[in-house]
T-cell receptor, first 111, second 109 residues
């Protein structure tokens, strides 16, 4: 069964550093998403991406965040200058005709 | 007020019991997802519904669009069903999902 692959599974970074979270969506899906889940809280929408541009973004997705599909297969989330409160599980998802497929997540820990 | 409400928040049951988890939402939706999240954190999509009922193995999901309500049922529950079950709705005209807070299910052997 096709999967959405996320790397790394866990990343620890110093506050103020830039991080790039990587995702490989399902190949024939056209819609891509990033979500995050702070420990103990519900999953929150960050951004949706279609046709090489952002289609929707939440209030959380401020100027520190950016997304890119650099090579037609990878879908990346960049956080420019990480803050302690960016520590969370970040999920990538892609959407096809039969619904969403989620990646297994990247646990980001900012210290 | 949360746009997606789940009940109960926590549920502990004995192996073999019939489990029902409820989800109510207040926004117009194009589809509803039931998701499963295991302790490691990964999310698995169980069902996507826009009407009626779907069944997969011991899992059954129903949705009533008029009442803005969905239920997830587990028959003959098993300890391996222990997980957090999340209701999530795809909002009409918006390309995003709103998630419920989840129901933590614990099945005792």
């Amino acid at each position: 069964e096709p999967e959405v692959t996320q790397t790394p599974s866990h990343q620890v970074t110093q506050m103020g550093q830039e991080v790039i979270l990587r995702c490989v969506p399902i190949s024939n899906h056209l819609y891509f998403y990033w979500y995050r889940q702070i420990l103990g809280q519900k999953v929150e929408f960050l951004v949706s991406f279609y046709n090489n541009e952002i289609s929707e973004k939440s209030e959380i997705f401020d100027d520190q965040f950016s997304v890119e599909r650099p090579d037609g297969s990878n879908f990346t989330l960049k956080i420019r200058s990480t803050k302690l409160e960016d520590s969370a599980m970040y999920f990538c998802a892609s959407r096809g005709h039969y619904g969403y497929t989620f990646g297994s997540g990247t646990r980001l820990t900012v210290v | 007020k949360n746009e997606v409400e789940q009940s109960p928040q926590n549920l502990t049951a004995q192996e073999g019991e019939f489990i029902t988890i409820n989800c109510s939402y207040s926004v117009g939706i194009s589809a509803l997802h039931w998701l499963q999240q295991h302790p490691g954190g990964g999310i698995v999509s169980l069902f996507m519904l826009s009407s009626g009922k779907k069944k997969h193995g011991r899992l059954i999901a129903t949705i009533n669009i008029q009442e803005k309500h969905s239920s997830l049922h587990i028959t003959a529950s098993h300890p391996r069903d222990s997980a957090v079950y999340i209701c999530a709705v795809l909002v009409n005209r918006d390309d995003k999902i709103i998630f419920g807070k989840g129901t933590r299910l614990h099945i005792l052997p």
